[in-house]
Structure formats: C-alpha cells, structure tokens
C-alpha cells in the first residue's frame, strides 16, 4: 500500500522536484523582468511610491478619517512642489557647473601633461582631437551613447525612443501610484489568500520581517541621502571646491547605496586640484586642496554615521560589509542604476528566505 501511494505522488508533490519548479520558476521571472524592463519600470515605479507611503496613507485614513485619495492628492501636490522649488532653487547652479565642468575638461588634461611633462599627441594620439571637439561642442560627447547596439535605427529613432520612454515614465507612475494606493490593501490582502491557510502564520511573520527591512532601508536612505547631499554641497560650498552644488548633490544620491559615496571624497579633491594647478592665483596650497574638502567629507560622514542613520534608519539589514559590496556590485551589473539600488533590499529579502525555509534553525537562531 505504501509503494503504490508513493507511486501514485504528483511529480510535484515530490519535495526535491518541488523545490527545483520553484528555482526554475524564479530564475524564469527573472530573465522575463530582465527583458521587459522598459516595460514594467512605471509599473515597478507606481508600486514602490505606493509602498513607501502607504503607511502614511493609512495612518492618515484610519486615525483621523481622511480619504485615501485626498491624502494621495496631498502627498502628490507636495511632492510637485518640492521638486519645482529645488528646480527653481538649485537648477540653474548645477546646470550651469555641469556645462562649465564638460567646457573645462580639454582645459583640465591640458594642464596635467604640461604640468607633467606629458605629450598627449604621443601618449593618446586622438585625444588631442577629442579635447577640440568636447571644447567646441560639449554635447557631442554624449554622441556615443546614442550608437552601438541601436545603431540599426539610427541617432532620429534613438532620440524618439528615449523621448517616448521618458514620457510614459512621467505619465504613467503618478497615475499608476494613485491607483495602486488606492488598493493597495486590497492587493495586499488578495495576494495573502493565494497563501495555504496552514502556511499563512509563517508566510505573515516572514513578510512581515521583509517589509520592515525593505521599507526601512528605502525610507531611511532616502531621506539620509536627501540631508548628506544638502550637508556635502554646503561645506563644499564653504570649502571653495568648483563644481559643490553638482558635487555635493551626486555625493548625496549616492549616499542611498551604502560605500558609494566614498568617491565623492577623491572627485572633490581632485577637482580641487585642478581648479588650483589651472588657475595658480587662486592661491591657497595643500592645505585648501586635501585637507578641507577631505575635512567636510569626513565630517558629513561622521554625521550620517552617528547620527543620522541611527536616528532615521534604526531598522539593521543585518548583512556583512563585504555580502554588500558584492551584491551591490552584481546588482550594478545587471540593472545599472536600478540595479545598485534594489540590490540591498532583495538580498536581505533574501537572507530572510533563506533563513525561514532552507537553513537549519540551528545555523541561525544562535542565543
């Protein structure tokens, strides 16, 4: 009898084979999230905003009565108002940094093989060409990017493509996170009952644990790396180091992705370095080109590192330095700047997985 129930089994009611569907499964995902990315970007957009401030929303409905949509309506009014106050603010400075930093840039390696006793024609014998051409149309430099594997179409249908994609991004994600707001209780609780009722208490305390670490690592990074940008281009700023407001706002950007924004300390003393070795008159030595851009980024560093992310980001992803620098690295890799900023999150996500289902307790529910 027990030799013709086992031979009567489902192929996947077999554990290892069922487990094997499920990584099939994932890795299928994957490669058709990999290859529709365009697609589902304003998708993946619209839910995350929903993600992020769904707490709020509900907050704001269940404690004093407010509707959901008018909260969203608020949330996105201020949200436009920031966005075109720092446009107002800011904009014209770091626009005006970034042509002035493309228009210097002959200028610069100019400068650093004279003062080296470098001949560029030698060394790079085109690179005397591509320096004339940056200095007398900057824009041109970002011909490449318009060429390689879209070549068939031509720079015309490269420009109407990014222009369309770009487009339905701005449409479509505040439409699709008013809707997805709107439901996303429902949603939630709907994907909740395709869960086995006698798995569901575990599943729940499992996505309980990944939704605490994903929304308090974006939540918490966000905002840190909104105040560090404010931080670095201010003591930049003080500091006299060119180019501070584009500087001090990509440092900032960076500071989401944890140990990205240590290239912003070496980028501003060395464009220190060369605003001095071009313009000797400015005057000022080693002392205001290595120690005071290196002192505001050590002290915005200690800030975020003792302060902020304490204060803000209290909820530990409990992931190693080096299990960050490699899965942000793969991350980077795969999906570019997406890639770096979704790679944190998913390999916690999947720590907790793996934690829950396939290690031993023992290994880790250590005393």
């Avoid at 790079?124 to 318009?146: E, R, Y």
């Avoid at 605003?275 to 005057?283: I, R």
């Avoid at 998913?346 to 290994?363: F, G, H, Q, T």
Wanted: hydrophobic share 55%.
């Amino acid at each position: 009898m027990r030799n013709r129930r086992a031979v009567d089994r489902h192929l996947w009611e077999i554990v290892a084979v069922r487990d094997l569907l499920w990584f099939v499964g994932v890795l299928i995902v994957c490669w058709v999230a990999y290859t529709l990315s365009s697609i589902l970007t304003p998708i993946l957009l619209g839910f995350g905003f929903a993600y992020l401030f769904n707490p709020l929303i509900t907050l704001m409905h269940r404690r004093w009565g407010i509707p959901r949509l008018l909260t969203i309506s608020l949330i996105m009014v201020l949200l436009v108002v920031l966005l075109a106050a720092t446009i107002v603010w800011i904009g014209p400075t770091f626009s005006d940094q970034l042509m002035t930093l493309i228009d210097k840039i002959p200028d610069y390696i100019r400068t650093l093989a004279t003062h080296y006793h470098v001949d560029i024609n030698t060394l790079f014998p085109q690179l005397a060409d591509v320096t004339d051409t940056i200095k007398k149309d900057p824009m041109s430099i970002l011909g490449p990017l318009f060429t390689g594997t879209e070549q068939a179409f031509g720079l015309l249908g490269t420009v109407i493509g990014s222009t369309l994609n770009i487009t339905l991004v701005v449409v479509l994600v505040p439409i699709l996170f008013i809707l997805f707001s709107m439901n996303f209780d429902r949603i939630t609780s709907r994907m909740m009952t395709l869960i086995p009722p006698t798995s569901r208490p575990r599943a729940t305390d499992m996505l309980n644990r990944v939704d605490q670490a994903i929304s308090g690592f974006f939540q918490g990074r966000l905002l840190i790396g909104l105040i560090t940008a404010a931080l670095y281009s201010l003591g930049w700023a003080l500091s006299d180091v060119p180019y501070w407001a584009l500087l001090g706002i990509a440092t900032g950007v960076l500071t989401i992705i944890p140990y990205a924004s240590a290239v912003g300390w070496p980028l501003a003393v060395l464009l220190k370095y060369l605003d001095v070795l071009a313009s000797p008159d400015t005057g000022g030595g080693w002392l205001a080109i290595l120690v005071w851009p290196s002192v505001t980024y050590l002290a915005v560093q200690f800030v975020e590192s003792w302060v902020l992310t304490p204060w803000i980001q209290s909820q530990s992803l409990d992931l190693s330095v080096p299990t960050v620098m490699i899965v942000v690295l793969i991350g980077g890799a795969v999906g570019g700047f997406f890639g770096l900023l979704l790679a944190i999150p998913i390999a916690a996500s999947i720590k907790i997985l793996m934690e829950e289902y396939v290690l031993p307790e023992k290994m880790y529910s250590v005393p």
